[in-house]
C-alpha cells in the first residue's frame, strides 16, 4: 500500500534529519558563551571609544562642544565625535572582530580591530576631502591612535579572562570529528593540545565501516557512521561539527551535511588537507559551485619584504635613541654585580643560514659555558625540549640577570643586530649553530626570513613552549608573515612581557 505523500517527512525523501529551527535546541555556539560574550565586547568597545573621542574632543578644544568644524556648513565638533563613535562601533562589528571565531586564539582578532580603526580613519579623510571640511589632524591623531591602543589593550584583558576560563575547562565549544580514523585522532591530539583555542571534542564520526572497528578514538566515543554526523551531533548537543579528511566523503555527501545542519544551531567547520597556510597566501574562488582555494607559493623576496626591512632599522634607531640612558643604567647593574663584559656575544644563525654576532646584556656568570655540561648531565634530556636546553632556577643567572630574563630587558641589544640588518624586530628564534645541526630537513625552512627579536613563539609561550611547537610556529610565520600581523605580535609581545610568561 503506498504512503500518503502529505505523511511523508523530510527524512523519508531524503535521508536528512528533520529541519529543526534554533528555538527548538539548546542555545549553542553563538547562542551560548559566546553570543554573552559578543554582547560584552560590544559594550567594552562603545566605552573605549567613547571615552577615546571625548578625551581628545577635550584636550583638543577643552569642554566646548559646540566649535564648528572648519569649512563650509562644517557641523560642530561635538557632532563630529557621535558620528565618529557610532561609525568605529559598527565597523568593529561589521569587521567581525568580535565573532565567536576568532575570540580567544590567534591574532585575526587584533587584525580585525586595527582594520576596522584603519576604515574609520580612512573613512574620515575621504569625508574630508569631499566636502572640505578642515578636521583637526590634532584631534584625530590623538583619537584614532589612542582608541585603536585602548581597544586592542581592553581586548588583550578580555582573552586573559577567556584563557583563565577555558583553562579551567569552561568556555569549550564541544564539538564532533568526522573523518577517516587517521586524521580524526591527528585532529582530536591536536585540539586537546591547545584547550585555551575553545574546542572540545565529545565525539567522533568515521566513514564507511570505521565506525564499527572502533568504539573510541584518544578516549573519545565514537558516535556511529560519518552518514549520520548531522543526527549524531544534533543528538550529542555539540556546537560544531568539525569535517576532517574531506577525501572520505563525496562532494554530495559534505554540501547534504551542511544543509542537514542548517536551522539546528550546529556550526559546521571544514579542515582543508593543507594545513599552516593563512593570509594574502589564500584566495577563495568558485567554480561550477565547487569552492576552489588557491594557495600562493611563499615568497621571500620583493617591496613588502623591503618595506619591513626599511620599518625595522627605522624603529631599531629610534628605539636605541630613546632607551639609551635605561641601557646605560642597566649596563651599570650588571657591573656592580659580577666582573665581566656588559654585553654577551653569541654567534647565531641568520637568513639563508648566514652566522651573525648577537648581542644581548649578560645575564650570567661568566663562567656559564663551561657549567652547561654539568647541567645537562644533572637534569637530563627532559630538562628543556630536545634541541634548544632551558631550564627554571638556572645557578648560572645572575640576580641582576633573573631581573632582566623576567621583563626580556636583557634583548634590548638585539637592536643593534636589527639596525645591522642581521635580525628583524619580529621572526623566528635565531637559533645557535649547534642547534642546526641537530634539525630535521624542513625546519630550515626557517632561516629563509631574518630572525627576530620578537615572534609567535614569544607570545605563544616562549621557554614553555616545547621544541615541536616552537618550529610549528617559527614555520608558520615565515611562511605567513604580513606588516599588519606583525604590529599585532608585538602590542601582545609588550603583553607578555609585562605577565612575564614563560621567561626564565
Given at each position: 500500500m503506498?504512503?500518503?505523500?502529505?505523511?511523508?517527512?523530510?527524512?523519508?525523501?531524503?535521508?536528512?534529519?528533520?529541519?529543526v529551527r534554533p528555538s527548538t535546541q539548546r542555545m549553542r555556539g553563538r547562542r551560548g558563551w559566546a553570543k554573552k560574550y559578543e554582547r560584552r565586547l560590544a559594550v567594552s568597545d562603545l566605552f573605549v571609544v567613547t571615552l577615546s573621542m571625548a578625551l581628545a574632543h577635550g584636550v583638543r578644544f577643552g569642554w566646548e562642544p559646540f566649535i564648528p568644524v572648519q569649512g563650509d556648513n562644517g557641523p560642530a565638533y561635538a557632532l563630529v565625535t557621535v558620528a565618529i563613535i557610532v561609525v568605529w562601533v559598527v565597523l568593529l562589528g561589521w569587521s567581525k572582530s568580535r565573532d565567536a571565531a576568532v575570540l580567544g586564539h590567534g591574532p585575526e582578532e587584533f587584525q580585525r580591530v586595527m582594520h576596522a580603526s584603519w576604515l574609520v580613519f580612512a573613512g574620515i579623510a575621504i569625508v574630508g576631502f569631499l566636502t572640505q571640511w578642515q578636521?583637526?589632524?590634532?584631534?584625530?591623531?590623538?583619537?584614532?591612535?589612542f582608541g585603536t591602543l585602548m581597544l586592542l589593550v581592553y581586548r588583550a584583558a578580555w582573552r586573559s579572562l577567556v584563557k583563565s576560563q577555558r583553562d579551567a575547562g569552561q568556555l569549550q565549544a564541544q564539538c564532533v570529528v568526522?573523518?577517516?580514523?587517521?586524521?580524526?585522532r591527528q585532529m582530536i591530539r591536536r585540539l586537546h593540545s591547545v584547550p585555551r583555542a575553545g574546542y572540545a571534542v565529545i565525539g567522533a564520526c568515521l566513514p564507511g565501516s570505521g565506525a564499527d572497528r572502533h568504539e573510541s578514538i584518544e578516549g573519545v566515543s565514537v558516535l556511529g557512521g560519518a552518514d549520520d554526523a548531522a543526527e549524531l551531533a544534533i543528538h550529542a548537543n555539540a556546537e560544531y561539527v568539525i569535517l576532517a579528511g574531506t577525501d572520505a566523503m563525496s562532494l554530495r555527501e559534505?554540501?547534504?551535511?551542511?544543509?542537514?545542519?542548517?536551522g539546528t544551531g550546529v556550526g559546521l567547520i571544514v579542515v582543508p588537507t593543507i594545513v599552516d597556510v593563512a593570509g594574502p597566501r589564500v584566495s577563495m574562488s568558485p567554480v561550477d559551485g565547487l569552492p576552489l582555494m588557491h594557495v600562493d607559493a611563499p615568497r621571500f623576496e620583493g617591496g613588502r619584504y623591503a618595506l619591513k626591512n626599511t620599518l625595522d632599522r627605522i624603529t631599531a634607531f629610534m628605539g636605541l635613541l630613546v632607551l639609551a640612558i635605561p641601557m646605560a643604567l642597566v649596563a651599570i647593574a650588571i657591573k656592580l654585580e659580577s666582573p665581566g663584559p656588559v654585553f654577551f656575544k653569541q654567534i647565531r644563525v641568520g637568513v639563508d643560514h648566514r652566522l651573525f654576532t648577537m648581542y644581548k646584556f649578560r645575564s650570567m656568570y661568566t663562567d656559564a659555558e663551561q657549567r652547561l655540561a654539568a647541567l645537562h648531565a644533572v637534569q637530563g634530556v627532559d630538562a628543556g625540549n630536545e634541541v634548544l636546553f632551558k631550564m627554571k632556577d638556572d645557578p648560572r643567572v645572575t640576580r641582576v640577570g633573573k631581573f632582566l630574563r623576567r621583563f626580556s630587558i636583557d634583548e634590548l641589544p638585539q637592536?643593534?643586530?636589527v639596525l645591522k640588518g642581521n635580525m628583524s624586530l619580529v621572526g623566528p628564534r635565531p637559533p645557535l649553530p649547534r642547534e642546526v645541526e641537530q634539525w630535521e630537513e624542513n625546519v630550515g625552512r626557517r632561516q629563509l626570513v631574518k630572525p627576530g627579536l620578537t615572534g609567535l613563539?614569544?607570545?605563544?609561550?616562549?621557554?614553555?613552549l616545547d621544541w615541536e611547537q616552537s618550529v610549528r610556529l617559527d614555520l608558520y610565520y615565515a611562511e605567513n608573515?604580513?606588516?599588519?600581523?606583525?604590529?599585532?605580535?608585538?602590542?601582545?609581545?609588550?603583553?607578555?612581557?609585562?605577565?612575564?610568561?614563560g621567561a626564565y
Amino acid at each position: 500500500m503506498a504512503e500518503d505523500p502529505s505523511e511523508t517527512t523530510p527524512s523519508d525523501v531524503t535521508g536528512a534529519v528533520p529541519l529543526v529551527r534554533p528555538s527548538t535546541q539548546r542555545m549553542r555556539g553563538r547562542r551560548g558563551w559566546a553570543k554573552k560574550y559578543e554582547r560584552r565586547l560590544a559594550v567594552s568597545d562603545l566605552f573605549v571609544v567613547t571615552l577615546s573621542m571625548a578625551l581628545a574632543h577635550g584636550v583638543r578644544f577643552g569642554w566646548e562642544p559646540f566649535i564648528p568644524v572648519q569649512g563650509d556648513n562644517g557641523p560642530a565638533y561635538a557632532l563630529v565625535t557621535v558620528a565618529i563613535i557610532v561609525v568605529w562601533v559598527v565597523l568593529l562589528g561589521w569587521s567581525k572582530s568580535r565573532d565567536a571565531a576568532v575570540l580567544g586564539h590567534g591574532p585575526e582578532e587584533f587584525q580585525r580591530v586595527m582594520h576596522a580603526s584603519w576604515l574609520v580613519f580612512a573613512g574620515i579623510a575621504i569625508v574630508g576631502f569631499l566636502t572640505q571640511w578642515q578636521i583637526s589632524r590634532g584631534y584625530l591623531l590623538f583619537a584614532i591612535p589612542f582608541g585603536t591602543l585602548m581597544l586592542l589593550v581592553y581586548r588583550a584583558a578580555w582573552r586573559s579572562l577567556v584563557k583563565s576560563q577555558r583553562d579551567a575547562g569552561q568556555l569549550q565549544a564541544q564539538c564532533v570529528v568526522v573523518g577517516p580514523p587517521k586524521t580524526v585522532r591527528q585532529m582530536i591530539r591536536r585540539l586537546h593540545s591547545v584547550p585555551r583555542a575553545g574546542y572540545a571534542v565529545i565525539g567522533a564520526c568515521l566513514p564507511g565501516s570505521g565506525a564499527d572497528r572502533h568504539e573510541s578514538i584518544e578516549g573519545v566515543s565514537v558516535l556511529g557512521g560519518a552518514d549520520d554526523a548531522a543526527e549524531l551531533a544534533i543528538h550529542a548537543n555539540a556546537e560544531y561539527v568539525i569535517l576532517a579528511g574531506t577525501d572520505a566523503m563525496s562532494l554530495r555527501e559534505t554540501k547534504e551535511l551542511g544543509w542537514e545542519l542548517e536551522g539546528t544551531g550546529v556550526g559546521l567547520i571544514v579542515v582543508p588537507t593543507i594545513v599552516d597556510v593563512a593570509g594574502p597566501r589564500v584566495s577563495m574562488s568558485p567554480v561550477d559551485g565547487l569552492p576552489l582555494m588557491h594557495v600562493d607559493a611563499p615568497r621571500f623576496e620583493g617591496g613588502r619584504y623591503a618595506l619591513k626591512n626599511t620599518l625595522d632599522r627605522i624603529t631599531a634607531f629610534m628605539g636605541l635613541l630613546v632607551l639609551a640612558i635605561p641601557m646605560a643604567l642597566v649596563a651599570i647593574a650588571i657591573k656592580l654585580e659580577s666582573p665581566g663584559p656588559v654585553f654577551f656575544k653569541q654567534i647565531r644563525v641568520g637568513v639563508d643560514h648566514r652566522l651573525f654576532t648577537m648581542y644581548k646584556f649578560r645575564s650570567m656568570y661568566t663562567d656559564a659555558e663551561q657549567r652547561l655540561a654539568a647541567l645537562h648531565a644533572v637534569q637530563g634530556v627532559d630538562a628543556g625540549n630536545e634541541v634548544l636546553f632551558k631550564m627554571k632556577d638556572d645557578p648560572r643567572v645572575t640576580r641582576v640577570g633573573k631581573f632582566l630574563r623576567r621583563f626580556s630587558i636583557d634583548e634590548l641589544p638585539q637592536l643593534i643586530n636589527v639596525l645591522k640588518g642581521n635580525m628583524s624586530l619580529v621572526g623566528p628564534r635565531p637559533p645557535l649553530p649547534r642547534e642546526v645541526e641537530q634539525w630535521e630537513e624542513n625546519v630550515g625552512r626557517r632561516q629563509l626570513v631574518k630572525p627576530g627579536l620578537t615572534g609567535l613563539w614569544q607570545v605563544s609561550g616562549r621557554s614553555d613552549l616545547d621544541w615541536e611547537q616552537s618550529v610549528r610556529l617559527d614555520l608558520y610565520y615565515a611562511e605567513n608573515w604580513s606588516i599588519g600581523g606583525d604590529l599585532v605580535i608585538l602590542a601582545r609581545t609588550a603583553w607578555a612581557v609585562v605577565a612575564g610568561r614563560g621567561a626564565y
